[in-house]
Nanobody, 125 residues
Framework: QVTLVESGGGLVQAGGSLRLSCAAS??????????MGWFRQAPGKEREFVGT????????LYADSVEGRFTISRDNAKKTGYLQMNSLEPEDTAVYYC????????????????WGQGTQVTVSS
């Protein structure tokens, strides 16, 4: 019913920046009614919350580990969400996933219904 595709990952040196995109598609799908979240999973670690944005883009919420460095935004006309990552650190290396759901301010994977396949971000020291 709904498909999400992440893009923009890659290799970057510590201190650098990347912007990830999350494009949504699907028939009879209204992108603007869903909240969007970003998660990441590093090798040997559990999937962790990065941040989320409300359906109208009016409020964002971030994990302590990324607050001040990462920024979430969305363009409802294009059915696309974004994660801008600045001052990247080796600890940010992970597969990054976008997700959407009807629950606002969700911090858990169970708060989201649809998920993308992920995009790899690697930060060298």
């Amino acid at each position: 019913q709904v498909t999400l595709v992440e893009s923009g990952g890659g290799l970057v040196q510590a201190g650098g920046s990347l912007r990830l995109s999350c494009a949504a598609s699907g028939r009879a799908f209204t992108w603007s009614v869903y909240a969007m979240g970003w998660f990441r999973q590093a090798p040997g670690k559990e999937r962790e919350f990065v941040g989320t944005i409300t359906w109208n883009g009016g409020m964002t919420l971030y994990a302590d580990s990324v607050e001040g460095r990462f920024t979430i935004s969305r363009d409802n006309a294009k059915k696309t969400g974004y994660l801008q990552m600045n001052s990247l650190e080796p600890e940010d290396t992970a597969v990054y996933y976008c997700a959407i759901g009807s629950r606002p301010y969700g911090r858990l994977t169970g708060d989201y219904t649809y998920w993308g396949q992920g995009t790899q971000v690697t930060v060298s020291s």
